[in-house]
C-alpha cells in the first residue's frame, strides 16, 4: 500500500468515527446472525441447543435486529467507564462495544462473533474491550460466575435464547453481577418465556421498572440483596395468572387421544 492509499483509508476511518455508530449500522445493515426457517435450519435456537459452541460460516446470514430506539438507549446509559454484559450478540454488541470500558458478550456462534469483530475493526473501532464467552448461556454465565472475577456489572442485557428457562436462567446469573444502580434490559417481552421474567421483576423489591421501549423493558436493581424464601417473594402472594385451564386442556387431549389410539391409554 503507498502513502497515498494509506492516508485515504485513514481519512475513511475518520469518517466513520465521526458518523454515529447506530447509523452505520442502519446504512450498511450488516447481516451477522444465523439465518432460522430455512431447510438448513429450521430453528436457529435449537440448533445450537443441539450444537452448543460451534462455527456457522457454511449457512445463511440474516439481521435480527434489536430496535433502533433501544440501541440508542444503551448508547446513551453506557459511558466509558462502564463494564456491561449481554446475552446474545449482534448489533448491541457493536454498540455496547463502541461506548463501553469492557463488553462481555455470550454467544456460542463462533462465525458471527467474528463477524462483529470484522466489522467493528473494518471501520477503525477497537475490539480490545470486547471479550466473547463462545457457549451456551446456561453454561457460560455459570463458568462466569464460578470464576475468580468479582466485577461487577453495570448494564446488562437479556436477549439471548427466549426458549423456556433460558431467559429465567440467564437472569439468575447475571443478578450475582449487579449492583444497586446496575440497569437490566430484558428484550422481547411480548414472547410467554420472556414475559415471566419481566412480571417477575417488576414485583421484585429488589428491581424498579424505570423504562418500556417497544418490546423491552428496563429495570434498575434497588437493592444488592436478592429476596429469597417462597414465603416472602411478591411473585408467591399473588395468584398466579398464567394458561388457562381451558389452554393447558387443549395441549393435552390430542396428546391424550393420540395415546388412547395407539393403546396406551
Known amino acids: 500500500m503507498v502513502i497515498g492509499d494509506w492516508e485515504i483509508l485513514v481519512e475513511q476511518k475518520e469518517k466513520t468515527m465521526e458518523t454515529n455508530v447506530i447509523e452505520l449500522l442502519e446504512q450498511e445493515q450488516p447481516m451477522f446472525h444465523l439465518k432460522s426457517l430455512t431447510q438448513e435450519v429450521p430453528n436457529a435456537e435449537n440448533f445450537f441447543f443441539k450444537r452448543g459452541t460451534t462455527e456457522t460460516k457454511e449457512f445463511s446470514r440474516t439481521s435480527y435486529t434489536i430496535g433502533k430506539d433501544v440501541l440508542n438507549y444503551i448508547a446513551s446509559i453506557v459511558t466509558p467507564n462502564s463494564v456491561t454484559l449481554e446475552t ?7 454498540v455496547f462495544t463502541s461506548n463501553a470500558k469492557k463488553h462481555v458478550c455470550v454467544n456460542p456462534d463462533v462465525t458471527a462473533n467474528q463477524l462483529v469483530k470484522d466489522w467493528l475493526r473494518d471501520r477503525g473501532y477497537t475490539c480490545d474491550n470486547l471479550y466473547f464467552i463462545e457457549d451456551s448461556s446456561d453454561r457460560g454465565l455459570a463458568k462466569l460466575a464460578l470464576s475468580e472475577s468479582s466485577e461487577s456489572i453495570d448494564v446488562a442485557l437479556i436477549d439471548g435464547s427466549h426458549s423456556f428457562p433460558f431467559p429465567i436462567v440467564d437472569w439468575h446469573f447475571i443478578d450475582l ?4 444502580g446496575s440497569k437490566l434490559l430484558v428484550d422481547d417481552t411480548q414472547i410467554n418465556s420472556v414475559k415471566i421474567l419481566s412480571d417477575f421483576l417488576s ?5 424498579k421498572k424505570i423504562a418500556e421501549i417497544g418490546k423491552c423493558i428496563v429495570f434498575e436493581k434497588t437493592s444488592d440483596t436478592r429476596m429469597m424464601g417462597w414465603l416472602d417473594q411478591e411473585i408467591n402472594k399473588r395468584p ?13 387431549n390430542p396428546f391424550k387421544a393420540f395415546l388412547q389410539k395407539i393403546g396406551i391409554l
Open 203 to 207: 414485583l421484585e423489591s429488589s428491581y
Open 240 to 252: 398466579f395468572t398464567g394458561f388457562s385451564e381451558s389452554e393447558v386442556a387443549s395441549k393435552i
Open 177 to 180: 453481577f449487579l449492583k444497586a
Open 88 to 94: 446474545g450478540g449482534g448489533y448491541s454488541t457493536v
